[in-house]
């Protein structure tokens, strides 16, 4: 199976909500919120995707803004791969776009958030050069719904 790993194209918007369809995810939803980043104003999106046969089978979000400490940095979201797919080089084919797409724009880190229970993608961030920065919690408190 030839996979092409790249920017995606205004015409694959389709291609990207059936691919996050699938996933379960709702690329609509996602690509109108403003991205809950640590880095500030987003200057600029893209998505890097992978595709095979003109189905996409991986993409991932970047969100680049700027970090008034370092400047230029990106942020990664939204990160799928078929699952059929999971256990093949394709995440690391993935992550090694992204960081030729930060190189060439100049981009002074890379930054993302896993899910602590998602132990491989760590390890696939960890083999790609990615170092943990810090764990957060992740806390809410709920209140009861009010009828007006």
């Known amino acids: 199976m030839d996979i092409d790993v790249r920017l995606a ?4 918007r389709t291609a990207l909500e059936e691919f996050y369809a699938r996933e ?8 109108t919120k403003a991205a809950c980043t640590p880095v500030g104003t987003i200057q600029e999106t893209m998505y890097v995707v992978a595709v095979t046969d003109g189905i996409v089978v991986a993409a991932l979000k970047l969100d ?14 939204h990160f799928e791969i078929e699952d059929k797919l999971e256990h093949t080089d394709l995440g ?3 992550l090694n776009k ?3 797409i ?8 890379l930054d993302t958030l ?9 390890g696939l961030h960890f083999e790609a050069g990615f170092k943990e920065d810090r764990k957060e919690v992740y806390l809410r408190r709920n209140f009861r719904a009010r009828i007006f």
């Open 64 to 77: 680049i803004g700027k970090d008034p400490k370092l400047g230029k940095v990106g942020f990664i979201q």
């Open 9 to 12: 194209t205004a015409q694959e």
């Open 102 to 109: 930060a190189e060439d724009k100049g981009l002074r880190a």
């Open 114 to 122: 896993v899910t602590e229970s998602r132990q491989d993608v760590i």
């Open 98 to 100: 992204i960081i030729d």
């Open 92 to 94: 690391s084919k993935m």
């Open 24 to 31: 379960g995810k709702n690329f609509q939803e996602f690509s």
